[in-house]
């Protein structure tokens, strides 16, 4: 009975991992055009859960998190080992905020300064490394068609 649920308990992980991406585009002010694959939290579950307990996300991976319509959205990092950088995006995709490096673990609020519809989550530092900036533009991804 024990291997059962060790068994079963692996497969839950796994299949958690294993959960399906989107592409996601971001096009900058400077003409750079930046894809990542995206796994998708549109469900409270899913966004309450985000990327806690992640010990690894690669370079073009991120979670995006869809909310039901434009709203105050704040963040935090508890139990989130990884540093990550947090776009809020507006319905029509444009970056409204850019929150970089977040600090793991950490309980305090992340929140943009004005309402968004998204958040993107990426590995912290990569608006640095690709020059990302606020009035950029995301596509993909159900990006104002969910």
């Not at 809020?88 to 992340?110: C, M, N, Q, W």
Request: proline residues 4%; contains cysteine; charged residues 25%.
């Amino acid at each position: 009975m024990r291997i059962l649920i060790v068994l079963l308990s692996l497969l839950c992980v796994g299949a958690a991992a294993a959960q399906e991406r989107e592409p996601l585009t971001i096009q900058t002010a400077a003409g750079g055009s930046h894809v990542f694959q995206v796994e998708i939290a549109d469900s409270d579950p899913e966004r309450s859960q985000g990327l806690m307990f992640r010990k690894e996300l690669a370079p073009d991976h991120g979670m995006l998190f869809v909310f039901a319509r434009t709203t105050r959205i704040a963040m935090w990092m508890k139990n989130t080992p990884l540093p990550l950088d947090m776009l809020f995006i507006a319905d029509d995709g444009r970056v409204l905020d850019i929150h970089e490096r977040a600090v793991p673990f950490s309980l305090d609020t992340i929140a943009a300064k004005r309402r968004a519809r998204y958040v993107l989550e990426v590995n912290g530092g990569t608006v640095d490394r690709l020059g990302l900036a606020v009035g950029d533009r995301v596509s993909g991804a159900g990006i104002g068609g969910r």
